[in-house]
């Protein structure tokens, strides 16, 4: 069987790789960048003193982005993050509107559903990054120390309350005085961002930017 675009599901010809060619031309790229102002930005307004977000791509719930986005998660398809990963950090290098990285850090997953996935669904995504822009990609350096259950029956501030203890910065010697571009897969209320970025601001990082693969327009 000849390979399948991940957007609409044709059978990809010669030269397409994991989207065929009108998939890959509406794929809805936000166009942001990191020196104006955008919507991934003002989620964190008032919340966490992130220098600078930004997304790839605009979510909705259904479409090219969406197949894309669980086949990457659910269905072992890890070079997906891989293709997204390369393609944004060829822009972001064009644009040069990312100040200068020291470390790409990804939204940690726990380990025991780590373990069931085998990958973390945003490494690729953010190893392609960091190899774009010549920063250095670390895995390790956040932990995700509970894992998150549906909490409907709790309230917000129980719920705020549990968020904060939910991951943790190590190793934070080496993160002291850097700059940090957190990536992660799509954003949404922006609540596991802000608990992750407070967690490297308490380790003293100088500045954490945001990269996300989509964000929930
Ligand atoms: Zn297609």
Redesign the pocket.
């Known amino acids: 069987m000849p390979p399948a675009?991940f957007?609409?599901n044709?059978q990809l010809i010669g030269g397409e790789e994991l989207?065929?060619t009108?998939?890959r031309y509406e794929l809805p790229l936000t166009e942001y960048n990191f020196s104006q102002e955008n919507h991934v930005d003002r989620i964190f307004y008032g919340r966490v003193p992130i220098k600078k977000a930004s997304s790839f791509l605009y979510f909705s719930s259904i479409g090219?982005v969406k197949n894309l986005l669980h086949q990457l998660k659910y269905k072992n398809q890890s070079h997906i993050g891989i293709f997204l990963g390369s393609w944004y950090g060829a822009l972001l290098a064009e644009d040069g509107s990312l100040p200068e990285i020291d470390y790409v850090v990804p939204v940690p997953l726990h380990p025991k559903k780590l373990r069931k996935r085998g990958y973390n669904q945003v490494t690729g995504f953010g190893k392609q990054i960091a190899t774009a822009i010549n920063a250095t990609f670390l895995e390790d350096v956040l932990t995700k120390t509970a894992n998150t259950k549906t909490q409907t029956k709790k309230s917000r501030i129980e719920r705020w309350q549990e968020q904060q203890s939910l991951f943790k910065a190590k190793k934070t010697n080496v993160l002291t005085g850097k700059k940090v571009l957190l990536v992660d897969d799509v954003i949404t209320t922006g609540a596991t961002i802000e608990v992750c970025a407070r967690a490297l601001l308490d380790a003293q990082v100088s500045e954490v930017y945001v990269a996300t693969m989509a964000i929930v327009p």
């Open positions: 675009c957007g609409c044709v989207l065929c009108t998939c090219i």
